[in-house]
């Protein structure tokens, strides 16, 4: 029997929140350059698509004067987010798909996602909704979306493929940063391009610092390394072998993400 995406999740809603909120402030600093070029402190009303936990979308209401409403699926991450909105009374939330989204033609100023595009499959059709909902001069706006068919190690690093197939089984679509275009333009957007470049500051962090969240996380990396077939051998020479790389501050990991600005006419 094949299991549901959520059954196969590795993380809970409580380690959710913690993974959403160190995500959000690695990337706080790139993302508040992109609401100041869409301009997001004068839009009235927000759409914040995938909210999640919600703290993207608190971020979002302190920032702007006007509305925010924030939708999701998952109802566990979206409990979090009520409890961390409840006192923003700009904030509204629903459960909701967003291929299916419960609002009229033209009601957003602008509508805005982030790490959301790369778990849906039908995406094309997503982005055409957003289309839909936005008002005519409004922006969709893709703040980050992974590739992660075009990450890069060196030295290679042997776990690469079974984090993938780890993805891939989570119904993850790999190549969706390089896709962001296509998807914008092909739904009648008039589109611009960028990149997360902050991540080579993470790159550039102590050593120590690496360290310490690859072996916080490798509890995880451990359970999906077992799932694709490795031993327990195998495991522990791998973590080893990547804790001295990081020691000698040998190691290089990228994964490109990437942003887009579409204006709707």
Request: charged share 30%; glycine share 6%.
């Amino acid at each position: 029997m094949v299991k549901k995406r959520e059954e196969r999740d590795l993380h809970s809603t409580e380690e959710w929140v913690k993974i959403l909120k160190k995500q959000a402030e690695d990337t706080k600093k790139y993302r508040h350059a992109l609401y100041e070029t869409v301009n997001l402190n004068k839009k009235e009303l927000i759409l914040d698509v995938g909210c999640g936990t919600g703290v993207i979308t608190g971020e979002i209401a302190s920032l702007a004067t006007g509305q925010v409403v924030g939708i999701d699926l998952n109802e566990g991450r979206l409990r979090e987010a009520h409890r961390l909105t409840s006192s923003e009374p700009r904030i509204s939330l629903a459960r909701t798909d967003l291929l299916e989204m419960p609002f009229r033609e033209n009601t957003f100023d602008l509508v805005t996602f982030s790490v959301v595009l790369t778990h849906v499959q039908k995406q094309q059709e997503a982005i055409c909704e957003m289309v839909r909902v936005v008002k005519k001069g409004g922006i969709i706006l893709a703040a980050m979306e992974p590739d992660y068919e075009g990450m890069l190690h060196y030295p290679e690093d042997e776990a690469h493929q079974p984090f993938m197939d780890y993805l891939k089984d989570m119904g993850v679509e790999l190549q969706t940063g390089r896709k962001l275009k296509y998807f914008f333009e092909k739904a009648g957007l008039i589109t611009t391009m960028g990149m997360f470049s902050d991540y080579f500051e993470k790159i550039n962090e102590d050593p120590q610092t690496h360290i310490e969240e690859f072996l916080e996380h490798f509890p995880k990396t451990e359970k999906i390394l077992l799932q694709y077939g490795w031993d327990t051998t195998r495991i522990e020479d791998y973590k080893k072998r990547t804790v001295e790389y990081m020691k000698k501050n040998l190691l290089f990991s990228f994964c490109p993400c990437f942003n887009a600005i579409g204006i709707k006419q």
